[in-house]
């Protein structure tokens, strides 16, 4: 399942690979996608990408700053297995529930890919209220998040438990929930403020 890292690599990829790129017409969308049509439609914009935990913003822009249409943004959640692609208009992969097609010849798509339909889009710029602050891109409010919230009784909880919480940790799942307790040596059912608040005298 995509973490925090993923989420990130795929924005980087996205904006390596589609920087220079021309995108033109409609966004196609498929009729099992979980997300809504998108309303926009252009004969030349960009798309450049920005993550935040375990969510993932693109942004749709015309490439003439006087053109009439607005900028379009989507937030996507890649659910058990979205990923993003850029492949050939004529070969694209199954599961492919959102396309963007370049201006060039032969056309090129960028896809969200999701075989198994647990991700998801919504229009818009804004990201989920209940997620906290990214522990990779917003690290000193990600910290200064949870220690100022310690007496909170979310941290009575388990660490193993907490870690999960995306209130405090936007973006730590299954899978790095058990790579830092294993790295640190940490016993993942002690309590989470006694394992927190042993950050609060070090240094950022």
Not at 53 to 73: I, V, Y
Not at 156 to 173: R, S
Not at 192 to 200: N, S
């Amino acid at each position: 399942m995509p973490e925090c890292p993923e989420v990130h690599l795929a924005g980087r990829f996205i904006n390596g690979a589609c920087g220079g790129l021309v995108f033109a017409g409609g966004v196609e969308r498929s009729a099992v996608g979980r997300g809504p049509e998108v309303p926009f439609h252009s004969e030349a914009y960009r798309i450049s990408a920005i993550a935040r935990g375990k969510e993932l913003r693109l942004t749709l822009s015309e490439l003439e700053p006087a053109a009439a249409t607005p900028p379009q943004n989507l937030v996507f959640r890649f659910g058990m297995s979205g990923s993003f692609r850029l492949c050939p208009a004529a070969e694209l992969p199954r599961h492919a529930h959102l396309r963007f097609l370049t201006r060039e010849s032969p056309r090129r798509a960028l896809c969200f890919v999701d075989p198994r339909r647990f991700g998801s889009w919504r229009l818009g710029d804004a990201w989920q209220p209940e997620r906290g602050p990214c522990v990779v891109s917003e690290y000193q409010a990600f910290r200064g998040n949870v220690l100022k919230n310690l007496d909170d009784r979310a941290f009575d909880k388990p660490i193993c438990e907490v870690l999960l919480n995306q209130k405090y940790f936007n973006g730590i799942g299954n899978y790095l929930r058990a790579e830092i307790l294993y790295r640190l040596k940490i016993p993942p059912f002690e309590k989470a403020r006694t394992v927190l608040e042993a950050l609060k005298d070090q240094e950022q």
